[in-house]
């Protein structure tokens, strides 16, 4: 053992005398340079279709296209504005932006996830290009915002609503905002419809122009593709490959670099002579080291992880800021299965509701599903996330304050003393379903909350819901229609049945469509679903008493002060809350459907099949007594 030790500490020494590789960047690869449209010599390691096959690298593939040359990514299609051989980048524009035509605007959205999701592969952000590179947001605002940075888009973008390039759901305020935003630089009236980027350094961002911004579009961003010389590299360590000023590829290091890391590493060879002397114990000892560090730095990776995978970053605390911003933890609003939430006030006088994980998982994954999903959209029917902190142990989450609480309260109340009117009760349907709808289909990935629920509704000051807790949500691409999961997620009573019998349908969206459901119907009974303590047989299981008052022609809740416009709403929301929560997932409704059937009238609504409490049953004809047996075998 001494031995192969010895013979090791030698190897390394020897191992760091030996020369590094260098290969000049721009040799080495006979074949005739390719032209199209504007960019001419296109050499290694780009392509065009028409090149030799020998000729180039596959993944750096492009096409000639009425004299553009054209790069069809992952995240779309781009126009080839420049290839620079010297400092290894390539300048794209979107497709869709025409140079002098101010309607024309991007038709992909592009931030810097889709550098971390792998959409832009094999080509990459440089630490230059990074902090070179700005984001551009287009905003769709339901009332007008007077800000520093919002650029109104009039008359360029009036004319996009017409064509091909863009189509927001309702027609408001177009704005463009430049730079990186964090979630609450937002007006809460403004929602996200597309992102863009530019490397364009451009004017002074205080007296810039729609047309300005647009000019830069049009010049378009800059990737890095230097790594596609590190391919020799591959034996050295980590894939070490440096490229100096000289355009020249080091697999390793520079000779200078060398010469000091040889001493270093010479160094710690004797070093690792001594270690013998120490035997096994040190070793151990400097393992468990190693694997207490590694699990101490678990949070720098959250962080890392935040930053790479967020578009708008939410503000970064300190434990000491939320210590003081919740006056030492005074307040506390309420409690979970999370840990606690206090009330604060932040530095600008805004009041904040802050979220302690106390009780979160042990890798964090709760937290980085928070963050991960609110913390990279906005929407007037999500919560907004402020900030967090993520110290060690100490993870906090900082939201918007809803002095009104939770949905639960008002609906569960046993007095009957903080009931909502069942117009403002049909508004708060119809905004969470909007909410819901915008994560399934208003953002760059598929967003699936699995926790839809009373207690996870909160209320703003004028009782406009938010959608909150996204411990458990999942980030999936827009084209993905089923989903993986290992297990059951939610709240019992909220979760989908295909979550529990795979035999009836795949995972999906519609997961969440049936939570709402259940969600509605609550809110209609102002009661919990199952009530095994009900003063009617029939009334246990409360969908089953809802489709009976439906079918029977009867006023589904009974309420002496309704008017007929109330009943009218109470029963399109009976409806549409069958719709959505029956046994197979085909058969739901999506988010869109659902809440064009809650905005449309009564008359259009066809009335369900009776939904089912197990995948085995069978609709028929079925008494009372049957449905009230079915209902109690639910609570054992």
């Given at each position: 053992?001494?031995?192969?030790?010895?013979?090791?500490?030698?190897?390394?020494?020897?191992?760091?005398?030996?020369?590094?590789?260098?290969?000049?960047?721009?040799?080495?690869?006979?074949?005739?340079?390719?032209?199209?449209?504007?960019?001419?010599?296109?050499?290694?390691?780009?392509?065009?279709?028409?090149?030799?096959?020998?000729?180039?690298?596959?993944?750096?593939?492009?096409?000639?296209?009425?004299?553009?040359?054209?790069?069809?990514?992952?995240?779309?299609?781009?126009?080839?504005?420049?290839?620079?051989?010297?400092?290894?980048?390539?300048?794209?524009?979107?497709?869709?932006?025409?140079?002098?035509?101010?309607?024309?605007?991007?038709?992909?959205?592009?931030?810097?996830?889709?550098?971390?999701?792998?959409?832009?592969?094999?080509?990459?952000?440089?630490?230059?290009?990074?902090?070179?590179?700005?984001?551009?947001?287009?905003?769709?605002?339901?009332?007008?915002?007077?800000?520093?940075?919002?650029?109104?888009?009039?008359?360029?973008?009036?004319?996009?609503?017409?064509?091909?390039?863009?189509?927001?759901?309702?027609?408001?305020?177009?704005?463009?905002?430049?730079?990186?935003?964090?979630?609450?630089?937002?007006?809460?009236?403004?929602?996200?419809?597309?992102?863009?980027?530019?490397?364009?350094?451009?004017?002074?961002?205080?007296?810039?122009?729609?047309?300005?911004?647009?000019?830069?579009?049009?010049?378009?961003?800059?990737?890095?593709?230097?790594?596609?010389?590190?391919?020799?590299?591959?034996?050295?360590?980590?894939?070490?490959?440096?490229?100096?000023?000289?355009?020249?590829?080091?697999?390793?290091?520079?000779?200078?670099?060398?010469?000091?890391?040889?001493?270093?590493?010479?160094?710690?060879?004797?070093?690792?002579?001594?270690?013998?002397?120490?035997?096994t114990p040190c070793v151990t000892l400097f393992v468990v080291h190693k694997?207490?560090?590694?699990?101490?730095?678990?949070?720098?990776?959250?962080?890392?992880?935040?930053?790479?995978?967020?578009?708008?970053?939410?503000?970064?605390?300190?434990?000491?800021?939320?210590?003081?911003?919740?006056?030492?933890?005074?307040?506390?609003?309420?409690?979970?299965?999370?840990?606690?939430?206090?009330?604060?006030?932040?530095?600008?006088?805004?009041?904040?509701?802050?979220?302690?994980?106390?009780?979160?998982?042990?890798?964090?994954?709760?937290?980085?599903?928070?963050?991960?999903?609110?913390?990279?959209?906005?929407?007037?029917?999500?919560?907004?996330?402020?900030?967090?902190?993520?110290?060690?142990?100490?993870?906090?989450?900082?939201?918007?304050?809803?002095?009104?609480?939770?949905?639960?309260?008002?609906?569960?109340?046993?007095?009957?003393?903080?009931?909502?009117?069942?117009?403002?009760?049909?508004?708060?349907?119809?905004?969470?379903?909007?909410?819901?709808?915008?994560?399934?289909?208003?953002?760059?990935?598929?967003?699936?909350?699995?926790?839809?629920?009373?207690?996870?509704?909160?209320?703003?000051?004028?009782?406009?819901?938010?959608?909150?807790?996204?411990?458990?949500?999942?980030?999936?691409?827009?084209?993905?229609?089923?989903?993986?999961?290992?297990?059951?997620?939610?709240?019992?009573?909220?979760?989908?049945?295909?979550?529990?019998?795979?035999?009836?349908?795949?995972?999906s969206y519609k997961a969440d469509v049936y939570s709402f459901g259940m969600?509605?119907?609550?809110?209609?009974?102002?009661?919990?679903?199952?009530?095994?303590?009900?003063?009617?047989?029939?009334?246990?299981?409360?969908?089953?008493?809802?489709?009976?008052?439906?079918?029977?022609?009867?006023?589904?809740?009974?309420?002496?002060?309704?008017?007929?416009?109330?009943?009218?709403?109470?029963?399109?929301?009976?409806?549409?809350?069958?719709?959505?929560?029956?046994?197979?997932?085909?058969?739901?409704?999506?988010?869109?459907?659902?809440?064009?059937?809650?905005?449309?009238?009564?008359?259009?609504?066809?009335?369900?099949?009776?939904?089912?409490?197990?995948?085995?049953?069978?609709?028929?004809?079925?008494?009372?007594?049957?449905?009230?047996?079915?209902?109690?075998?639910?609570?054992?």
């Open positions: 053992m001494l031995a192969a030790r010895l013979l090791f500490a030698v190897t390394a020494v020897v191992f760091l005398a030996l020369p590094r590789e260098t290969c000049n960047a721009k040799g080495n690869h006979h074949c005739s340079p390719s032209s199209c449209g504007s960019i001419q010599n296109i050499s290694y390691p780009f392509r065009l279709n028409s090149d030799p096959h020998n000729c180039g690298v596959p993944r750096y593939n492009s096409s000639c296209q009425n004299n553009l040359t054209v790069l069809n990514l992952k995240s779309g299609k781009y126009y080839v504005q420049a290839i620079n051989y010297n400092n290894y980048t390539i300048r794209l524009v979107d497709a869709g932006v025409q140079k002098g035509n101010c309607s024309s605007i991007p038709q992909y959205s592009l931030s810097y996830y889709n550098f971390t999701s792998g959409d832009i592969a094999p080509y990459s952000l440089s630490s230059w290009t990074y902090n070179r590179s700005k984001n551009i947001l287009f905003l769709n605002c339901s009332k007008p915002v007077n800000a520093h940075l919002y650029l109104h888009s009039s008359p360029c973008l009036d004319d996009a609503f017409s064509s091909n390039f863009w189509v927001p759901e309702s027609k408001g305020y177009l704005y463009v905002k430049i730079g990186r935003t964090k979630a609450s630089d937002l007006s809460d009236s403004c929602r996200i419809e597309l992102m863009a980027m530019t490397s364009l350094l451009g004017k002074d961002e205080k007296n810039i122009t729609f047309l300005d911004i647009h000019d830069e579009l049009a010049y378009g961003f800059e990737l890095s593709w230097s790594q596609v010389y590190c391919g020799d590299c591959r034996w050295w360590p980590r894939n070490l490959c440096i490229i100096d000023e000289a355009n020249h590829v080091y697999c390793g290091w520079t000779p200078l670099v060398g010469t000091l890391v040889g001493m270093v590493i010479g160094t710690i060879a004797y070093l690792h002579l001594v270690a013998i002397i120490c035997g694997w207490r560090r590694r699990h101490l730095s678990m949070y720098d990776t959250v962080e890392e992880f935040l930053q790479s995978h967020n578009n708008l970053m939410p503000v970064r605390y300190s434990y000491s800021d939320v210590k003081k911003m919740t006056d030492g933890f005074r307040v506390k609003l309420g409690e979970g299965g999370y840990g606690y939430v206090y009330k604060g006030k932040l530095r600008s006088g805004r009041i904040a509701a802050i979220k302690m994980l106390s009780k979160s998982k042990a890798d964090g994954q709760d937290f980085i599903n928070e963050v991960a999903t609110i913390g990279r959209i906005h929407h007037v029917n999500v919560v907004q996330l402020i900030g967090f902190c993520a110290k060690g142990s100490k993870r906090a989450l900082v939201y918007d304050f809803m002095p009104n609480g939770s949905l639960d309260k008002y609906i569960f109340s046993p007095e009957r003393c903080t009931t909502l009117s069942w117009k403002k009760t049909y508004e708060i349907a119809v905004g969470v379903a909007h909410g819901i709808e915008y994560l399934h289909r208003g953002c760059d990935m598929q967003i699936l909350h699995f926790d839809i629920k009373p207690h996870n509704i909160l209320l703003d000051e004028n009782f406009i819901p938010k959608i909150s807790d996204f411990g458990l949500a999942k980030l999936y691409a827009v084209d993905d229609s089923i989903v993986s999961l290992t297990a059951a997620r939610g709240t019992m009573g909220y979760i989908a049945p295909e979550l529990f019998y795979k035999n009836i349908g795949g995972v969600l509605l119907l609550e809110m209609i009974g102002r009661r919990k679903n199952l009530d095994p303590l009900a003063e009617h047989s029939s009334e246990i299981y409360f969908p089953f008493y809802v489709y009976g008052q439906i079918i029977e022609g009867n006023n589904v809740n009974e309420v002496g002060d309704a008017t007929e416009e109330d009943k009218e709403m109470i029963k399109k929301m009976s409806i549409v809350a069958l719709w959505c929560i029956q046994m197979k997932p085909s058969d739901r409704p999506s988010m869109s459907k659902v809440v064009e059937m809650l905005e449309g009238g009564l008359e259009s609504l066809q009335v369900p099949p009776k939904p089912l409490l197990y995948p085995e049953e069978r609709v028929g004809d079925q008494t009372n007594e049957t449905e009230s047996s079915s209902a109690l075998s639910l609570v054992g």
